[in-house]
């Protein structure tokens, strides 16, 4: 897991070095900003990216209530509490990390 974040962090950083140190300067640089706006833009990847949201949110969710199901009696009041807090929201038309199910 860390090893893939610093692989991340390092990919980052060679992107935004080239942008910001290409020697075509601010043209590149514009174009390269204008085709990651279209990109993102693009309704398949809108669409994909909340698909992968919604997916996210939905085995965060389940993830919550295996493990507060498994750990039982052995975990503080206090975080007991917020569990049983954050399925009570759940049930009013948000999931169990506080945001809407949109």
């Known amino acids: 897991m860390a090893a893939m974040r ?3 962090t390092f990919v980052a950083g060679l992107a935004l070095g ?3 140190g ?4 601010r043209e590149r640089y514009e174009q390269i900003r204008k085709s990651a706006q ?7 990847v809108r669409n994909s ?3 992968a949201a919604q997916s996210g949110r ?3 969710g389940k993830a ?3 493990v507060s199901d498994k750990m039982g009696d052995r975990v503080p009041e206090s975080v007991a509490q917020r569990v049983r807090a ?9 999931d169990d990390w506080g945001t809407s199910n949109t």
Request: cysteine-free.
């Open 38 to 44: 279209r990109f993102a833009q693009n309704p398949a």
């Open 49 to 51: 990216a909340e698909s």
């Open 22 to 25: 290409t020697r075509a300067g």
């Open 18 to 20: 080239y942008v910001f």
């Open 6 to 8: 610093y692989r991340l």
């Open 58 to 60: 939905e085995f965060a």
């Open 64 to 66: 919550l209530h295996t």
């Open 86 to 94: 954050l399925r009570e929201r759940g049930q009013n038309g948000q």
